[in-house]
């Protein structure tokens, strides 16, 4: 029985020793989820309005100027930006991502996945990993962006994306990414990201007829890929902030999980115990029994 009782023993000291892994990996993420909240929040209102701005520029300038990045044509090559994190013990959070971005592949684009015409730009080296490994053809200079996160290097995907988009070497540019509610909740998001989008029927009242000074296509092309670079950067930050908030929940679920195994454990404990006690008692009384008879 005694060997019994080490081996759950044994069970306890690791469960308290891994749940004081989880907890100071939850109190660090909270600390680290405080600021990607900050930076999304700021960001976001700024970067809205940008987008609403670039899609009405869009609109109303439609044949006026040339805009090589709201240039519609077929989608026989096409590029998926996926925002994923670079480590792991973050609930769903990678995976769902993952999935997002196949699901857009296979319904939106299976003849273009079909003809070898599909890559993927991982930011993130989960995505880097995974589409690497499953063999998609990979943009592989931008994943590791969240070592040292900047707009800099936001820019430099961005810059990629639209370049490519403007030589023809896609006809369309998807981006996967989490838009970051809550510490508990994440939106896991596919929308088109080139060409520019134009504003739509339901939106048309929203138009707004711009005055551009001093020239309207020089203005679009200094406005336009700024206005890119800060919807790439805004998405990236949302994904910093979701993959914080869905690690501190995957870390709180893991510690009160520890906590119910840690009861059951010690009322295992109590219990091989007891019966190991009752056991000595019996096997005392029996001799003290055997040598009175």
Same mark, same amino acid.
């Given at each position: 029985?005694?060997?019994?009782?080490?081996? /759950?023993?044994?069970?306890?000291? %690791? /469960?308290? %020793?891994?749940?004081?892994?989880?907890?100071?990996?939850?109190? &660090?993420?909270?600390?680290? *989820?405080?600021?990607?909240?900050? @930076?999304?929040?700021?960001?976001?209102?700024?970067? #809205?309005? *940008?987008?609403?701005?670039?899609?009405?520029?869009?609109?109303?300038?439609?044949?006026?100027?040339?805009?090589?990045? @709201?240039?519609?044509?077929?989608?026989?090559?096409?590029?998926?930006?996926?925002?994923?994190?670079?480590?792991?013990?973050?609930?769903?959070?990678?995976?769902?991502?993952?999935?997002?971005?196949?699901?857009?592949? #296979?319904?939106?684009?299976? +003849?273009?996945?079909?003809?070898?015409?599909?890559?993927?730009?991982?930011?993130?080296?989960?995505?880097?990993?995974?589409?690497?490994?499953?063999?998609?053809?990979? &943009?592989?200079?931008?994943?590791?962006?969240?070592?040292? !996160? %900047?707009?800099?290097? &936001?820019?430099?995907?961005?810059?990629?994306?639209?370049?490519?988009?403007?030589?023809?070497?896609?006809?369309?540019?998807? !981006? &996967?990414?989490?838009?970051?509610?809550?510490?508990?909740?994440?939106?896991?998001?596919? +929308?088109?990201?080139?060409?520019?989008?134009?504003?739509?029927?339901?939106?048309?009242?929203?138009?707004?007829?711009?005055?551009?000074?001093?020239?309207?296509?020089? !203005?679009?092309? +200094?406005?336009?890929?700024?206005?890119?670079?800060?919807?790439?950067?805004?998405?990236?930050?949302?994904?910093?902030? %979701?993959?914080?908030?869905?690690?501190?929940?995957?870390?709180?679920?893991?510690?009160?999980?520890?906590?119910?195994?840690?009861?059951? !454990?010690?009322?295992?404990?109590?219990?091989?115990?007891?019966?190991?006690?009752?056991? +000595?008692?019996?096997?005392?009384?029996?001799?003290?029994?055997?040598?009175?008879?």
């Amino acid at each position: 029985m005694s060997g019994a009782l080490k081996e /759950v023993r044994t069970r306890i000291k %690791s /469960v308290q %020793s891994t749940q004081q892994i989880t907890k100071a990996m939850k109190m &660090v993420s909270a600390a680290k *989820l405080r600021r990607a909240q900050d @930076a999304i929040t700021q960001m976001r209102p700024y970067a #809205h309005k *940008l987008q609403e701005m670039l899609s009405n520029i869009v609109s109303s300038s439609e044949g006026d100027v040339s805009m090589d990045l @709201a240039a519609e044509r077929p989608a026989e090559k096409v590029l998926i930006i996926i925002v994923t994190s670079d480590r792991g013990l973050c609930g769903g959070y990678n995976s769902n991502l993952i999935k997002l971005a196949k699901q857009v592949i #296979h319904d939106k684009y299976a +003849e273009q996945f079909s003809k070898g015409n599909v890559q993927v730009l991982p930011i993130g080296k989960k995505a880097f990993e995974h589409f690497t490994k499953n063999n998609f053809k990979v &943009v592989n200079q931008f994943w590791d962006m969240f070592t040292g !996160l %900047s707009f800099e290097k &936001v820019q430099a995907a961005a810059k990629y994306a639209m370049d490519a988009f403007a030589n023809k070497e896609f006809d369309a540019v998807e !981006l &996967v990414f989490s838009e970051f509610k809550n510490a508990a909740t994440q939106q896991f998001i596919a +929308e088109p990201f080139l060409p520019v989008q134009k504003v739509s029927d339901t939106q048309s009242a929203k138009k707004a007829d711009f005055i551009f000074e001093p020239d309207k296509e020089a !203005l679009i092309a +200094e406005l336009m890929p700024k206005i890119l670079n800060t919807q790439l950067y805004k998405a990236v930050l949302d994904g910093n902030a %979701s993959e914080h908030g869905a690690r501190m929940t995957a870390m709180d679920k893991a510690s009160e999980n520890a906590n119910e195994l840690l009861k059951s !454990l010690k009322i295992s404990y109590n219990r091989a115990r007891q019966a190991a006690i009752t056991t +000595e008692l019996t096997e005392i009384v029996s001799g003290a029994a055997a040598l009175q008879g």
